[in-house]
């Protein structure tokens, strides 16, 4: 299989549990055998990031890895802290996001596509293209954030302030935003920045909308509601999205 290396966490005296996300078998949890006490067993194989070409060898109770080929370590990533913490934020994402053994080739074309251009953009790319990215990995992933017409009624969000309603799907009307409990205000502003986010072309990093705080923080309650409990990774990289200059 093809994967991109999402983490590890330490099994036993010796082993490593991997997380990988596959464009065959989608995540794929596997067992890294003497990973930890022998660095030539895999080298930098498995560093978080890494693109791979893996055996799986199948298990009764768990997968374990057979041999692997590094096709790409995304060096670039390591060189600046906002594209590593970039490159973090989505991994968790990646890894909360999907499904075990479930395939989902888009999603594993997004990551691989997003962590190139963390690896080669000449400059860190922007707030607006890593909420898009989140936003991409969302819809990839059956979470799609409705932000056309109001997710209760379907019609046009025309006056405001509208709405935003994480369990509700996204974007409401003025007259069901009134309606909806714990539905937070949206300003013409914000849902042109949604729109902007969900039309963006990943490609090209400077060419993403701007986003303001009241997006930011509709987006981390969104993800907050549906993966179930706030991703780690969220305050470091927007702490040094928030540095001057
Ligand atoms: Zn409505």
Redesign the pocket.
Known sequence: MTAVVLGSVDLGESDRLMHLLSRERGRVTARARHARRSRKRYGGRLDRYSLVRAQLRLRRDRAALGEVDLLEPFLGIRTDLLRTAMADHLVELLRIATHEEEECPELFGLAVRSLEVLDRSPEPPGEGWLRAVVMGVLEASGLALAVEG?C??G?LVERFPAGFAAGAGGV??A??AATEPGCAPLSRVDLEQLRGLAAADLADPGGCPAVGRPVRRLLARFCEFHLGRQLRTASFVDSLLDEPG
């Open positions: 109001c209760a009624c019609g409401l009307c007259d069901h």
